[in-house]
């Protein structure tokens, strides 16, 4: 049974910092897309970043754009797990963050974890 399980959310001031963390169980994850989407109050679930397998022992990472330069993702294929480190944080960070992980060339994602909340304060 795949399982996908984040934590490191919490309450936050802007400005400041997070870790998230995702750890994958249940399949091997190596040539799978993973990372986080994240959805706000009233809003789509939005890509926040992702890293993408491209052969070999090379991954290349996708950010949205609302999240470039302050996110920064992390991948441990050894210990199957995705890391998002967040800086400067804002309150319109706020939201349920989700990791994921897909079939590399898939264009949707097949596991989803349940979700960790982040909250930003201003």
């Given at each position: 049974q ?7 959310g919490?309450?936050?001031?802007a400005?400041g ?5 995702c750890a994958a ?10 990372g ?9 679930r ?15 990472a ?21 890391s998002?480190e967040m800086?400067n ?10 990791c ?12 989803w974890?349940q ?8």
């Amino acid at each position: 049974q795949v399982q996908l399980v984040e934590s490191g959310g919490g309450l936050v001031q802007a400005g400041g910092s997070l870790r998230l963390s995702c750890a994958a169980s249940g399949r091997t994850f190596t040539s799978y897309t993973m990372g986080w989407f994240r959805q706000a109050p009233g809003k789509e679930r939005e890509l926040v970043s992702v890293t993408r397998w491209s052969g070999g022992n090379t991954y290349y990472a996708d950010y949205g754009d609302s999240v470039k330069g302050r996110f920064t993702i992390f991948r441990d294929n050894t210990k199957s797990t995705v890391s998002l480190e967040m800086r400067n944080l804002k309150p319109e960070d706020t939201g349920v963050y989700y990791c994921v992980a897909g079939a590399d060339g898939s264009s949707t994602y097949d596991y989803w974890g349940q979700g960790t909340q982040v909250t930003v304060s201003s």
